[in-house]
Nanobody, 117 residues
Framework: QVQLVESGGGLVQPGGSLRLSCAASGSIFSIYAMGWYRQAPGKQRELVAAITSGGSTNYVDSVKGRFTISRDNAKNTVYLQMNSLKPEDTAVYYC???????????WGQGTQVTVSS
């Protein structure tokens, strides 16, 4: 069992930056693959970025070159650095943890990101 708490969302102008954080507790963080998902109103939840327990990353095409996912296993935290934000990045962003052996998944409560002038 792992508990996830996201922070760092907010309102930002187009072209601005935000850094989301997801703090994990309750289990051994390093054995989880971590991901950031987002869900905009009326749309399905989509994977934005993911990082394996070994540090390999992948991104949805729409954020490549703008977003960076990273993890600090000593702090049990995963980050999403978001640069050059666009209005279409507006969504609730969710942190996800997937146990690398059992494939059990856990979700945070979500944090709102709004990109608007």
């Amino acid at each position: 069992q792992v508990q996830l708490v996201e922070s760092g969302g907010g309102l930002v102008q187009p072209g601005g930056s935000l850094r989301l954080s997801c703090a994990a507790s309750g289990s051994i963080f390093s054995i989880y693959a971590m991901g950031w998902y987002r869900q905009a109103p009326g749309k399905q939840r989509e994977l934005v970025a993911a990082i394996t327990s070994g540090g390999s990353t992948n991104y949805v095409d729409s954020v490549k070159g703008r977003f960076t996912i990273s993890r600090d296993n000593a702090k049990n935290t995963v980050y999403l650095q978001m640069n050059s934000l666009k209005p279409e990045d507006t969504a609730v962003y969710y942190c996800n943890a997937r146990h690398t052996i059992s494939n059990l998944r856990y979700w945070g409560q979500g944090t709102q990101v709004t990109v608007s002038s």
